[in-house]
């Protein structure tokens, strides 16, 4: 498989970040084609259950109809934005098919096996760069990335 048939995975969920990746993506890996990917956390709502509000209340868990209505919500908006990313790589002049899919445990372990699966020549992820406190509470995707593939990482922060 000649180099130009290896895609680029470029994460995408419409964020000026994630914009921004596109565009490099499209700029640096141009000739490849992209997978555009938009992860959705299934059972979302269930997990933020047990978090508690600044007064100390806990949260009511989601019924199981209010949970498939939310993880259907999720999937939807991850189908838009994943081909929404891949026309703007389209519009940019790349070749590009999005692909939503849910997430099986953590978003950077799903990207490293979309791109494994893939055979894919590096990642593309836009950084919205938390700073050290934040994303030491929040996680940061783009960090753990780096630890879950042995792939090249290109993290993009959006112009200010």
Do not use: C
């Amino acid at each position: 498989m000649s180099d130009v048939e290896h895609p680029a995975v470029v994460a995408y969920d419409g964020s000026a970040e994630a914009r921004a990746a596109i565009e490099a993506a499209v700029g640096l890996f141009g000739r490849r084609p992209l997978i555009v990917v938009s992860v959705w956390e299934p059972g979302l709502a269930q997990a933020m259950a047990p978090l508690r509000d600044p007064t100390g209340m806990g949260y009511m868990a989601a019924t199981p109809g209010e949970s498939a209505a939310i993880d259907e919500l999720q999937r939807e908006h991850a189908v838009g934005a994943a081909e929404e990313g891949a026309r703007l790589a389209r519009d940019l002049g790349a070749t590009a098919e999005g692909l939503s899919v849910a997430d099986a445990a953590d978003i950077a372990e799903t990207l490293a096996a979309i791109a494994d699966e893939h055979d894919a020549s590096a990642l593309v992820i836009g950084s919205r760069g938390l700073g050290k406190v934040k994303s030491s509470v929040f996680g940061s995707t783009s960090r753990e990335l780096l630890r879950r593939t042995n792939r090249p990482v290109l993290v993009v922060r959006a112009p200010e």
